[in-house]
């Protein structure tokens, strides 16, 4: 696997919860610059990999493999968990593979968040921790620079969470369904729908 000393040594490391050093078109254009074009190509299916979608591609890399069975497994872990809340069959809607006990803990680290933004970062959270973890021995690799980018997609999307708009968008909805429901009684009571 090609090494990327000087590249790599240049991406400013951030913690989780801080905003992103570098916007991703930035980050996209210096890789554009500094890596091979075959391992451009593979920079493509981070995000396919973050959200759960497989490529052949990705294939290529250890930590986008490794990271993919992660997020699918902690995709389906949460939809065991929602269908068990609701007494429903969790098998119409998960996806082959396993449940690792990485995704299982970052599952359940969502469902007893106090609040939906709450349970938004556990999640987030986890995808760091995993992304961390899964990429700890590919210093000056490919495999760190596809993890660098999945750090940026976490942190923009953390920065982009926003409290005010999250509780309009509530309301909205909040109120589409009290509407729907005083229809829905009207419409009982009197046997007209309006």
């Not at 696997?1 to 490391?13: D, G, P």
């Not at 190509?41 to 990705?58: Q, T």
């Not at 961390?132 to 590919?138: F, G, I, N, W």
Request: aromatic residues 12%; glycine residues 4%.
């Amino acid at each position: 696997m090609k090494h990327y000393w000087y590249f790599a040594s240049t991406l400013t490391s951030f913690p989780f919860g801080s905003p992103p050093p570098i916007s991703m078109q930035a980050f996209d254009e210096l890789c554009s610059r500094m890596m091979d074009k075959s391992d451009l190509e593979i920079l493509l299916y981070v995000e396919e990999a973050r959200n759960g979608r497989f490529s052949d591609s990705m294939m290529k890399s250890p930590f986008l493999m490794s990271y993919y069975e992660f997020e699918r497994g902690l995709r389906n872990a949460l939809v065991v968990y929602r269908t068990r809340a609701t007494k429903q069959d969790a098998g119409q809607w998960t996806r082959p593979g396993d449940m690792n006990p990485d995704s299982l803990k970052a599952a359940q680290a969502a469902q007893s968040a106090s609040d939906p933004l709450q349970a938004e970062l556990a999640l987030e959270r986890e995808r760091w921790n995993a992304t961390e973890r899964l990429s700890a021995l590919s210093a000056f690799e490919l495999d760190y620079i596809l993890a660098y980018k999945m750090k940026l997609l976490i942190a923009s999307r953390i920065a982009s969470f926003d409290r005010n708009r999250g509780m309009q968008g509530f309301n909205v909805l909040y109120q589409d369904i009290v509407n729907a429901a005083a229809e829905a009684a009207s419409a009982f009571d009197t046997g007209v729908a309006t």
